[in-house]
């Protein structure tokens, strides 16, 4: 099955900075999609990203399917920012293990 | 509230007692997940729904687990002489194919099993 990769598994930022995640997948994959989890445990979503570049607000996401990655970036971070961010594709969702962020004011 | 409602939210069980788990997904999407997350991990793949049909389980689940949804709406999911191993968040999702295929998760259902 298919096999999500994600970097870095863990992040520290001060406020204000910015950042960049990255997802690798092990092969093609439909239905990229990139969300954020509170630390209540809800999974909100952020983009459904199968090709192309996106931005809503301080985030913007860009997929390169033909190279089987995403990028996830957050500008000008804020400390509602953390929490644990997570890809996902294909049709049932793999999801890859996560990255922490942390953002400290 | 039209989002993914999930009920319990948090249920505490003996081991080998019988659990039950509900899901209302989003009105009129046609597709619906079970995933399971344990602490430090990703959400796992459990099941997947189209309107009634289950298409597919995922290896990893036993035949203690059991889902439905039978007339296409709400879905439920059972896990039968539960383990201590079982504990943990059940996430339900939906989504309606060929609209943008945004999906959305509920809340979560907390299981420990004692």
């Known amino acids: 099955g298919i096999q999500v990769e994600q970097s870095p598994p863990d992040l520290i930022l001060q406020e204000g900075a910015n950042s960049t995640l990255r997802c690798n997948f092990s092969?093609?994959?439909?239905?990229l999609q990139w969300f954020h989890q509170n630390p209540w445990g809800q999974l909100i979503n952020l983009f459904y990203?199968?090709?192309g570049t996106k931005q809503n607000g301080r985030l913007s996401a860009t997929t390169v399917a033909t190279e089987r990655y995403s990028l996830l970036y957050i500008s000008s971070s804020q400390t509602t920012d953390s929490g644990v961010y997570f890809c996902?594709?294909?049709?049932?969702?793999?999801f890859g293990a996560g990255t922490i962020l942390r953002v400290k004011s | 509230d039209t989002g993914v409602s999930q009920d319990p939210r948090h249920k505490i069980t003996k081991r080998g007692q019988n659990v039950t788990f509900r899901c209302d997904p989003i009105s009129e999407h046609n597709r619906l997940y079970w995933y399971r997350q344990t602490l430090g991990q990703g959400p796992e793949f459990l099941t997947y729904f189209q309107n009634e049909a289950q298409l597919e389980k995922s290896r990893l689940l036993s035949d203690r687990f059991s889902a439905e949804r039978p007339k296409g709406s709400f879905s439920t999911l059972e896990i039968q002489r539960t383990e201590q191993g079982d504990s943990a968040m059940y996430l339900c999702?939906?989504?309606?194919?060929?609209?943008?295929?945004?999906?959305?998760f509920g809340e979560g259902s907390w299981l420990t099993v004692v």
């Open positions: 996902a594709g294909g049709d049932k969702l793999v």
């Open positions: 092969d093609s994959v439909n239905n």
């Open positions: 999702a939906s989504r309606q194919t060929g609209s943008g295929n945004t999906i959305y």
């Open positions: 990203i199968p090709s």
